[in-house]
């Protein structure tokens, strides 16, 4: 159950576009297709923004997109706006019938 | 639409027991569906997931490995509740904790309660 491995942080610029990663196992993210994002601003409790894989809650912006490939999930913000400036953790459900999360990744230059 | 919230003691001292309470509004601790979640956040160990309960026709917990063996997670029917005991904590436990809804078949956290900071210390 080792946590899911992110890069510590990514920067960007209004306008453009990132990816970030997230990497695990074949018994999480490469066995299931829930793989879920979470965007947490500081102080603040941390918001749903993509799950399994690929999908969009209701009222998150379409610049957000999730896919997977292999023992690999990535999230991409397209068009980065200010408020996209925040952390952001991906979860994964795994074969003890557990979750495990990603140790984060600060998005900044925003 | 579901509501979670934490409660219990911010200071807890080395080596006692650490007891939150999550109060469940808007579904039922009992639902076949629903999963309830127990998961802090530290500086330095980021999220962290430490169990689950669940009712699918009798009542199942799961736990991380990492704290299993001073783990509990028990139900409370009768109050709709779901609670969390950490035995024999250290300071590495000093975290925001946070109870958590997710669901059979939807293996994500639906929503979060409002977390509640316990520091361990003397």
């Known amino acids: 159950q080792s946590a899911l491995t992110q890069p510590a942080s990514v920067s960007g610029s209004p306008g453009q576009s990132i990816t970030i990663s997230c990497t695990g196992t074949s018994s999480d993210v490469g066995g299931y297709n829930y793989v879920s994002w979470y965007q947490q601003h500081p102080g603040k409790v941390p918001k749903l923004v993509i799950y399994?894989?690929?999908n969009r809650p209701s009222g998150v912006s379409s610049r957000f997109s999730g896919s997977k490939s292999g023992n690999t999930a990535s999230l991409t913000i397209s068009g980065l706006q200010a408020e996209d400036e925040a952390d952001y953790f991906c979860g994964s459900f795994t074969k003890y019938n557990s979750l495990v999360f990603g140790g984060g990744t600060k998005l900044t230059g925003l | 639409q579901v509501q979670l919230q934490e409660s219990g003691p911010g200071l807890v001292k080395p080596s006692q027991t650490l007891s939150l309470t999550c109060a469940i509004s808007g579904d039922s601790v009992s639902s076949n569906t629903a999963t309830w979640n127990w998961i802090r956040q530290s500086p330095s160990r980021g999220l962290e997931w430490l169990g689950r309960a669940f009712y699918r026709s009798t009542w199942s917990t799961v736990y991380a490995l990492s704290v299993k063996s001073r783990i509990t997670i028990n139900p409370d029917t009768s109050k709709n509740q779901v609670s969390l005991q950490l035995q024999s904590v250290t300071p590495e436990d000093t975290a925001v904790y946070y109870c958590?809804?997710?669901?059979?078949?939807?293996?994500?956290?639906?929503?979060w309660g409002q977390g509640t900071l316990v520091t361990v210390s003397s």
């Open positions: 958590a809804k997710s669901s059979a078949w939807e293996e994500y956290v639906q929503a």
């Open positions: 399994d894989v690929t």
